[in-house]
């Protein structure tokens, strides 16, 4: 029985082999994956070893989706750093350029040397984190400043109300660091040091972008203007 059924396969095999594959079949070669923009600009910038890498994702984030602005200018400041270090930067993002950092104060009532707590209320003399729109410049009791707009509901949005404006005060004056251990602070607006108040406030005045960052995951959860609000913060801290 065997020996008529091996002739039977053999007998068919030239017919069989005409099915298998004489090739492996192709693969697709693997598509380069594209940087995404924020890396892109980052380096395009120079920015590295200077500004966070995370806190410029987020701010570049929320200023492409603030349609109102009209200036292409992105203020960041970045309260993971210390009040001894710069911590502002102004960013021109048509020419793709740094234009000034410095040092700047935040609220007495926001931290020490680190601000780490923050908010929205009037009297709280704490800063408050999230987007603005810079307005009109004004002569107060703090000489040249400029007007700020929160952007985020029940974030920053009292500006106004608790008088957050950008302004120079001598208590932002870096000399101060050495004698202090830190720099002054304010009750809650972004002061500068008196030496680059007009030149700053006039670069970014009337409709650009301000970002006040601090990693901070109660922000992340609120903000309409980070989609990866969660995985920021984790990436952050692990």
């Known amino acids: 029985m065997q020996k008529p059924f091996l002739i ?53 984030e929320g200023y492409s989706k603030i349609e109102n602005k009209s200036k292409e200018i992105l203020t960041l400041i970045d309260f993971t750093k210390p009040s001894t270090e710069e911590r502002l930067y102004v960013l021109d993002m048509k020419s793709k350029k740094m234009l000034f950092k410095s040092v700047v104060s935040h609220g007495r009532n926001s931290g020490e040397n680190f601000a780490t707590s923050f908010s929205n209320k009037v009297g709280s003399y704490q800063s408050s984190l999230g987007f603005y729109l810079t307005d009109k410049t004004y002569q107060g009791k703090n000489g040249y400043s400029l007007l700020l707009d929160g952007l985020e509901a029940g974030i920053n949005d009292r500006a106004r109300e608790r008088a957050i404006v950008m302004h120079g005060a001598p208590y932002a004056n870096p000399d101060l660091i050495s004698s202090n251990g830190r720099l002054g602070r304010s009750l809650g607006c972004p002061a500068i040091p008196l030496s680059l108040t007009k030149s700053v406030i006039n670069t970014i005045k009337e409709g650009s972008v301000l970002f006040i960052y601090a990693n901070n995951q109660d922000y992340m959860a609120k903000s309409a203007f980070l989609a990866n609000k969660q995985a920021d913060f984790l990436s952050m801290n692990q």
């Open 8 to 60: 039977f396969l053999l007998s068919i095999f030239p017919f069989l082999s005409s099915f298998v594959p004489t090739s492996s079949p192709t693969v697709p070669s693997e598509q380069p994956v594209e940087a995404p923009a924020s890396d892109l600009l980052y380096e395009e910038m120079q920015l590295e070893g200077i500004v966070s890498y995370m806190a410029f994702r987020q701010a570049l």
